[in-house]
């Protein structure tokens, strides 16, 4: 059974920074892309940033590049995505995906297995 577990989210000031993390079980890590996804209160979930299985491509939503940044540990199971220069709008709850896709992948739909999501939540 896969399990994608999200940790890091928080509380923090605009400009400020967190890191969160995803650990992966029960799924060949490291065969495969995986995805970081964000829904805002009233909003649709939304693509954040994806990173391929190897992890020497990324590509973000034009709204956190250069802000954010995608990584992973294949040796851990573990998914990052490190956010810095937040802001209010980067609130909302993220997700980790995993996909059944060695190359990134951008829709939610190619995505197969999810995580419960951590809060970030960014005060002005």
């Known amino acids: 059974q896969v399990q994608l577990v999200e940790s890091g989210g928080g509380l923090v000031q605009a400009g400020g920074s967190l890191r969160l993390s995803c650990a992966a079980s029960g799924h060949t890590f490291s065969s495969y892309a995986m995805g970081w996804f964000r829904q805002a209160p009233g909003k649709e979930r939304e693509f954040v940033a994806t990173?391929?299985?190897?992890?020497?491509?990324?590509y973000y939503a034009d709204s956190v590049a250069g802000r954010f940044t995608i990584s992973r540990d294949n040796v851990k199971n573990t998914l990052f995505l490190r956010m810095n220069s937040l802001k209010p709008e980067d609130t909302a709850v993220y997700y980790c995906?995993?996909?059944?896709?060695?190359?990134?992948?951008?829709?939610?739909?190619?995505?197969?297995?999810w995580g419960q999501g951590t809060q970030v939540t960014v005060s002005s």
């Open positions: 990173i391929n299985w190897i992890g020497d491509t990324t």
């Open positions: 995906a995993g996909s059944n896709f060695a190359r990134v992948v951008v829709t939610d739909t190619q995505y197969d297995y």
